[in-house]
């Protein structure tokens, strides 16, 4: 890939549709411009150009266009759209005039980002933050990635990396003192106030998990005995039948799930086989995996059959009884809920449950970490500043303790991208649709 080619894609979605935006970003964005559509507008003013086909003049299309002349634009660089019809034949009549012109070629998956970043217009947690806003299905999914793209973490990661250099600065400076005897002690104390501040700020980040649970969603499973509606409850609350029901014990043998919105909170509901000893070898596997899950699971909805009597449930973190099949009349008096996933009688509070349960696991979608990549990179600057901060007091060696210091200046540093971005670049943009 090679940053002073032009590069052009849709940036709009795939199929037939009222307009299609195809983005071009490069030295030669204005000269594409001329050649296809005639006089530029002003620019970041849209004006109407039929844009024509290079070689022959003949006309491709009454288009929409707007120039954004580099820096001030998304990439960085100089920077053009097209609004055109979205009809399939018109699009790749573009496209394919603009694949002519020499100097210009398709991007690959992310590259406008990739541009974006290497010209410090994002940094690497709004990448991702870009990234968790196309990909956000829920409304705290979706507010959750917006912060993240308005720089919360990058801001608060840059404080905290310019507040351990600083610290850094005057722990190296106190090195010139150690020739000459003892540190002054208010230049230590100073150094040992800043490198506490900085820990403790950097623990109470990492105190919650809710951001990169927001962003995997909330995971209910559904277990209990053969036959208990799990797979009626699963079809009732995706509001479609995503599982076969039928009377025959051992019906659901594998896992299925199902993403919903509830309450503007992403959870996946997990049905699974039921639970019962069987010399059939394929419903065994079927047992052991929905033990495995209902382990894993945020909650465990262990439902309860009115016919049965209850049997023992699966180790989980958080369990709730519900008593399914209200409808027959034969109530339980031992269950959190009663429902009937067929009538929908309790459905509603059942809902609310779950909700209030997700509400409380996730939040608001307000968490600073979003990834476990941010977590992994505190987690080492949390470690070196304490090591640093106990070699101080320990009076250990100070270019220890100062290189200590500097390790935990890089960690921050990742997050914004400042240092070992190469892989993280690779798997991230490798992850966008061409167009962003």
Partial sequence: MRSDDTIFATAS????????IIRISGPQSLTILETLGGSVPEPRHAAVRTLREPASGEPLDQALVLWMPG???????????????????????????LGTIPGCRPAEAGEFTRRAFL???????QVEGLADVIDAETEAQRRQAMLQLEGR????????????????????????????????????????NRLDHLHAEIAQALSSRSGERLR??????????????????????????????????GTTRDVIEVHCDLGGLPVVIVDTAGLRESGDVIEQEGVSRARARAQDADLVLWLIPPEGAETGAPPARRLLKVATKADLNRSRHDCDLSISASTGEGLSELIA??????????????????????????????????????????????????????????????????????????RLFSSFCIGK
Avoid: Y
């Fill in 119 to 125: 010209n410090g217009r994002m940094d690497l947690s």
């Fill in 153 to 192: 973490l990058g801001n608060a990661a840059e404080n905290w990396r310019e507040g351990i250099l600083q610290a850094l600065a005057l722990l190296e400076a106190s090195l010139d003192f150690s020739d000459e005897g003892d540190v002054p002690q208010d230049l230590e104390a100073d150094i040992l």
């Fill in 353 to 426: 449950a779950l909700e209030h349960e997700a509400e409380a696991a996730l939040g608001k979608g307000d968490a600073i970490l979003t990834r476990e990549r941010h977590r992994k990179a505190l987690e080492r600057a949390h470690d070196s500043l304490a090591a640093g901060w106990k070699l101080l007091i320990s009076r250990g060696p100070l270019e220890l303790a100062a290189e200590e210091v500097r390790l935990a200046a890089r960690a921050v540093g990742e997050i914004t991208g400042r240092v070992d971005v190469e892989d993280v670049l690779d």
């Fill in 216 to 249: 995997e969603g909330f995971t209910v499973v559904l277990a209990g005995p053969p036959n208990a509606g799990k797979s009626t409850l699963l079809n009732a609350l995706a509001r479609r039948d995503v599982a076969i029901v039928s009377p025959i014990a």
């Fill in 13 to 20: 979605g795939h199929g037939r549709a009222a307009v299609c």
């Fill in 71 to 97: 820096p001030r634009s998304f990439t960085g660089e100089d920077q053009a759209e097209l609004h055109i019809h979205g009809g399939l034949a018109t699009r790749a009549a573009v496209l394919r005039a």
